[in-house]
């Protein structure tokens, strides 16, 4: 499975847009790309996943460039509530496998 | 509610007792999935059920860890002969084969587990 690297803690706004990057060079050909938050005290909950260039839904919007060997996810006008821990994880389309966390990006919102 | 439920949520026991606990997927998902996650750490993946059949261990899931899912709905993780190191937060998620893109996998809330 290919290894990410992601920034351990992130701080900003209200208000502001926030981007997460998350580094995978050894990314394979049939992997995606996923993204998980997760609140103190819940189970993660998946926010967007994607293959190649761009992907936007309700919550966020997650870029790949061309190489795939990295991402950034984009969270718009985050508010305090946006304030939890962030996962970005990479494996395999199809069939099934336990999903490979890291430590993740802890994401401080400030008033 | 449609969602993954975990049940209990906290479960606070003496070192060497047994513990189970218990996970209900959302209906129609065939896949049920079990994690464990320590403070300050991602959850990482113990075992796997597609249905009924057990189809994946990982080499954290010791001889003292043992998961069934006996009608391929509701599972059950018993831990025997409980350790401290054994204190986590123990997720369980369901997913639906897609055989496509990744799957998406949906997690219960926990169970918190404190040995003491």
């Known amino acids: 499975l290919a290894k990410t690297t992601q920034p351990i803690s992130m701080d900003s706004y209200e208000g502001q847009e926030v981007n997460i990057t998350c580094s995978h060079n050894?990314?394979?050909?049939?992997?995606?790309i996923t993204w998980y938050q997760q609140f103190p005290s819940q189970g993660p909950r998946f926010i967007i996943q994607?293959?190649?260039t761009k992907v936007t839904n309700e919550v966020a919007s997650l870029f790949i460039p061309a190489d795939r060997k990295s991402s950034t996810l984009s969270l718009p006008r985050v508010s305090l509530s946006d304030t939890a821990v962030y996962y970005c994880?990479?494996?395999?389309?199809?069939?099934?496998?336990?999903?490979?966390f890291g430590k993740g990006t802890h994401l401080i919102i400030q008033p | 509610d449609t969602g993954v439920s975990q049940d209990p949520r906290h479960k606070i026991t003496k070192r060497g007792q047994n513990v189970t606990f218990r996970c209900d997927p959302i209906?129609?998902?065939?896949?049920l999935y079990w994690y464990r996650q320590t403070l300050g750490q991602g959850p990482e993946f113990l075992t796997y059920?597609?249905?009924?059949?057990?189809?994946?261990k990982s080499r954290l899931l010791s001889d003292r860890f043992s998961a069934e899912r006996p009608k391929g709905s509701f599972s059950t993780l018993e831990i025997q002969r409980t350790e401290q190191g054994d204190s986590a937060m123990y997720l369980c998620?369901?997913?639906?084969?897609?055989?496509?893109?990744?799957?998406?996998?949906?997690f219960g809330p926990g169970t918190r587990l404190l040995v003491l």
């Open positions: 994880l990479v494996g395999p389309g199809g069939g099934a496998d336990g999903l490979t």
């Open positions: 994607g293959y190649k």
């Open positions: 209906s129609e998902h065939n896949r």
């Open positions: 050894n990314i394979a050909t049939n992997d995606y």
């Open positions: 059920f597609q249905n009924e059949a057990q189809l994946e």
């Open positions: 998620a369901s997913s639906l084969d897609r055989s496509l893109n990744r799957e998406t996998q949906y």
